[in-house]
C-alpha cells in the first residue's frame, strides 16, 4: 500500500563506487523528482521526470544520471561517489504538475560515502 | 533566480502559544505549499495554497497566502508537543516549458516544549 517507496533504506559505500537507487509510486502519477538533502536539512530538487521525459535537470554532477523506465519507477543511478554525496536522497511524486499538485515523499534513503 | 526565505529557521515555543513562520519568495508565484518533516522522516504534505487569498486550517495550523506580497504564512495556534517538527514551504513556478520548478525554503525547525 505504501505510495511512494525507494530501496534501499540505508547505503553505504565507499568512495569510487558506483550506486543506484530505486524509486517506485503506485499513485497513477504523472512526474516524479529527486531531491537530495543534505546534513542541514536544505532541500535541493536534482531531476524531474514527466511521463518518463526529462524536464528538469538542475546543476548536478554527470555523475548522476536518472532513469525511467516507465511513469511508476524513476532510479537515480551515481558513478565515482564522493564523500559529498553522503545525505539523504528523496523521490517524490505528483500529478501532472500544470495542475499543482503537491508531491508525494518516499521515505528516503539515507546515503554514506566513507 | 527564485529564492525562498522561510524566518525563523528555528524556533522554541512553549505549549500553549501561538505563533507564526514566515514564508517569503522572490518571483510571482501562485502555487505555494506547506511539508512537515519529523526527525529521520520524509516529508509529509500540510497544505497546498493555489490563489492569492487562499488560506486553509488542519487543526490548529492555518496557512495562507498574499501573491502581491509573495508571502505565506504558517500560524500555529494553541501549540502542543506533537506539533514538534522542521517545516518547510516550497514555492511552485510552471513556464511555457512545462519545466515545474519547485524550490524549497530552508525549513523552520520548531520544538515545542511541554
Known amino acids: 500500500d505504501t505510495a511512494v517507496s525507494q530501496t534501499p533504506k540505508y547505503l553505504v559505500t565507499q568512495m569510487g563506487n558506483d550506486k543506484s537507487i530505486k524509486c517506485e509510486q503506485n499513485?497513477?502519477?504523472?512526474?516524479m523528482y529527486w531531491y537530495k538533502q543534505d546534513s542541514k536539512k536544505f532541500l535541493k530538487i536534482m531531476f524531474s521526470?514527466?511521463?518518463?521525459?526529462?524536464?528538469i535537470n538542475e546543476t548536478v554532477p554527470n555523475r548522476f544520471s536518472p532513469k525511467s523506465p516507465d511513469k511508476a519507477h524513476l532510479n537515480l543511478h551515481i558513478n565515482s561517489l564522493e564523500l559529498g554525496d553522503s545525505a539523504v536522497y528523496f523521490c517524490?511524486?505528483?500529478?501532472?504538475?500544470?495542475?499543482?499538485?503537491?508531491?508525494?515523499f518516499g521515505p528516503g534513503t539515507r546515503l554514506t560515502v566513507t | 533566480e527564485l529564492k525562498v526565505e522561510q524566518n525563523p529557521l528555528f524556533l522554541s515555543m512553549q505549549e500553549g502559544k501561538n505563533y507564526t513562520i514566515y514564508c517569503n519568495y522572490s518571483?510571482?508565484?501562485?502555487?505555494l505549499y506547506w511539508y512537515r518533516q519529523d526527525p529521520g522522516k520524509s516529508l509529509e504534505s500540510l497544505f497546498v495554497?493555489?490563489?492569492?487569498?487562499a488560506v486553509k486550517q488542519e487543526g490548529r495550523l492555518m496557512a495562507s497566502l498574499d501573491t502581491k506580497a509573495r508571502l505565506s504564512t504558517l500560524h500555529i495556534t494553541a501549540a502542543v508537543h506533537d506539533l514538534s517538527a522542521t517545516y518547510f514551504c516550497?514555492?511552485?513556478?510552471?513556464?511555457?516549458?512545462?519545466?515545474?520548478?519547485?524550490?524549497f525554503g530552508k525549513g523552520t525547525r520548531l520544538h515545542i516544549l511541554p
Open positions: 518571483t510571482t508565484s501562485d502555487r
Open positions: 517524490a511524486s505528483s500529478q501532472d504538475p500544470g495542475r499543482s499538485y503537491e508531491q508525494y
Open positions: 521526470y514527466n511521463n518518463k521525459e526529462l524536464i
Open positions: 495554497l493555489l490563489s492569492n487569498g
Open positions: 516550497a514555492v511552485d513556478i510552471i513556464n511555457m516549458n512545462r519545466d515545474d520548478k519547485i524550490i
Open positions: 499513485l497513477g502519477h504523472d512526474t
